[in-house]
């Protein structure tokens, strides 16, 4: 191999190294861009539905006549359900759901307020999210972590953890595969002194909505 054989070599060598990392970084910027995009996306769905599911309760008072609109609101409000927490206590229990005025459980569920479960009356794919906000009572408090584990009787849909006082406020969603004759039951484990902290229970909840399956 001569002189001029090697030197030309040493420009690809040269532009091949830079081309990987070039590769890398362009695939870990689209894979948060759409990680991103996701759970934005799914924060204002919730959000939506939350919204119109409220306004939705006052118009039924008001409406006598169907229309498109509640048509299309009522249809959105049967495959959805939303519950807010019950109890503010934070302990290694079963969580407790409550229906209040403005939250509904649409048709497409069984909600049970004694044992606190919820039964989709459909097979199929569900958006499943808790809101958990924690509030500190006395300040200064301790710090505390824990988990939330929404479960049917086969297996775990949803894990939730959150860890105050660095991050009192946590979303989480998924989008699970749930069979019509599964509970849903959310159970809690909490770890640290909780005496001074409570769940807002005007801001907690867990909800789901039937995003693919059949409706009754």
Request: net charge neutral; glycine share 6%; proline share 3%.
């Amino acid at each position: 191999m001569t002189a001029s054989d090697i030197e030309s070599l040493q420009p690809r060598t040269r532009s091949g190294g830079r081309c990987l990392p070039a590769f890398l970084i362009t695939s870990m910027i689209t894979l948060f861009v759409l990680l991103a995009g996701v759970t934005f996306t799914a924060a204002l769905f919730i959000r939506q539905l939350q919204t119109e599911l409220a306004n939705l309760t006052k118009t039924t008072h008001e409406q006598t006549g169907p229309s498109a609109q509640l048509s299309e609101s009522q249809y959105k409000v049967q495959n959805f359900a939303f519950l807010r927490a019950s109890s503010g206590v934070l302990n290694n229990v079963t969580m407790e759901w409550k229906n209040r005025s403005l939250e509904t459980v649409g048709s497409g569920y069984t909600f049970s307020d004694v044992q606190h479960t919820l039964q989709p009356q459909a097979e199929g794919s569900y958006l499943l999210y808790l809101d958990l906000v924690l509030l500190c009572r006395d300040p200064p408090c301790s710090a505390i972590n824990g988990t939330v584990v929404v479960k049917s009787e086969r297996e775990q849909l949803l894990e939730c953890q959150f860890s105050a006082p660095q991050r009192r406020t946590e979303k989480c969603w998924q989008v699970v595969r749930v069979d019509k004759a599964h509970r849903l039951v959310a159970v809690m484990s909490v770890r640290g002194a909780t005496d001074k902290w409570e769940l807002d229970t005007e801001k907690s909840g867990m909800g789901m909505f039937l995003v693919d399956g059949q409706t009754r």
